[in-house]
Nanobody, 125 residues
């Protein structure tokens, strides 16, 4: 059983940056592909970014491509989401997810096996 804990959310002005972290415990971190999702108020949870176990394969939603970067440090059991050029529409609760199957991460929020509790990101205009 993998436990995931996100941190790094907060309030930032439009154009600013934040870095989210997600620390995993209770499992073999390198066995898992990792992803970030977000859920805005009144909307469905949506895929943002994914990274495979080795960190050499990543994939992004079009809405964040070129602004967000996913990375991982397997020695620290941590996955990161660097968010630059933030926009008010990026406001949401951000969740990290883990699954042994990279394709499950890409398939959307109903496919990933493990989830964190979420961290709030608010971007003011």
């Amino acid at each position: 059983q993998v436990q995931l804990v996100e941190s790094g959310g907060g309030l930032v002005q439009a154009g600013g940056s934040l870095r989210l972290s997600c620390v995993a415990s209770g499992g073999t971190f390198i066995a898992y592909s990792m992803g970030w999702f977000r859920q805005a108020p009144g909307k469905d949870r949506k895929f943002i970014a994914a990274i495979n176990w080795g960190g050499d394969t990543t994939y992004y939603a079009d809405s964040v491509k070129g602004r967000f970067t996913i990375s991982r440090d397997n020695a620290k059991n941590t996955v990161y989401l660097q968010m630059n050029s933030l926009k008010p529409e990026d406001t949401a609760v951000y969740y990290c997810a883990a699954d042994t199957n990279y394709r499950h991460i890409l398939s959307g929020p109903n496919s990933s096996n493990y989830w964190g509790q979420g961290t709030q990101v608010t971007v003011s205009s």
